[in-house]
């Protein structure tokens, strides 16, 4: 399912409105603002008023769509991991050994934080929250559903990494379980270094999440 279509159908849902393209573009703009005051304020020191400043809107416009500020944080939580989750299935689902997938796996996850970085540092928060357990128990069934998306995802690594040791271009001698939270432990952790710099180009985006790929998927070749 599209991006879009992926708002439209939680729009609907959730306000019981009519669809229209106006409707997931207000939601998209929403979540758009929301992820960079999150990034820069943090959880805590991020107000609805911010995001409505940040927007060019009222607080109704924001809180006609969302509860509070904790459930929009939840919602960018949420799209940010669709769009890891998105890249990564398309870049596994062009086959090969499982190597090669791995691989794709690893530089659709690195180019997509660059390309979303303030969606996928408000993911970092979230998980942050999580382990510290600093949540009312509504807040942690949500943050529960989230943390179960992040291991459906690190379990499709798992896949690739498990399928390249049965084809002989992954070590067998090779911890599986260390080597996926390696490689994702260090490519999450663009959201924490990277920033775009002025005048980055997507090739040079390309070319950067290819390098740390490298680097990951040096230390498991066969």
Not at 7 to 35: F, M, N, P, Y
């Amino acid at each position: 399912m599209a991006k879009n279509d992926m708002h439209r159908e939680w729009a609907l849902k959730t306000r019981g409105q009519e669809e229209s393209g106006a409707l997931v573009e207000s939601v998209v703009e929403i979540l758009d603002c929301a992820a960079l005051c999150f990034t820069e304020m943090g959880f805590q020191g991020t107000s609805i008023d911010d995001v409505a400043r940040r927007l060019g809107a009222t607080k109704g416009r924001i809180y006609h769509y969302f509860r509070s500020k904790t459930d929009l944080f939840f919602e960018v939580h949420r799209e940010g991991m669709r769009r890891l989750m998105d890249a990564v299935n398309e870049a596994m689902s062009a086959g090969g050994t499982g190597r090669e997938k791995l691989t794709r796996m690893l530089e659709a996850h690195a180019l997509t934080m660059m390309q979303n970085i303030a969606y996928e540092a408000v993911v970092v928060q979230g998980v942050h929250m999580h382990r510290l357990g600093a949540t009312t128990p509504e807040q942690r069934i949500s943050l529960d559903e989230l943390m179960d998306i992040r291991h459906k995802f690190e379990l499709l690594f798992v896949e690739a990494f498990r399928q390249g040791q049965t084809d002989g271009s992954i070590r067998q001698d090779a911890d599986v379980s260390l080597a996926v939270k390696g490689m994702l432990g260090a490519v999450n952790w663009m959201a924490i270094w990277y920033r775009p710099r002025s005048g980055e180009s997507p090739e040079q985006q390309r070319a950067m999440a290819r390098r740390i790929t490298e680097l990951q998927i040096g230390g498991i070749a066969e």
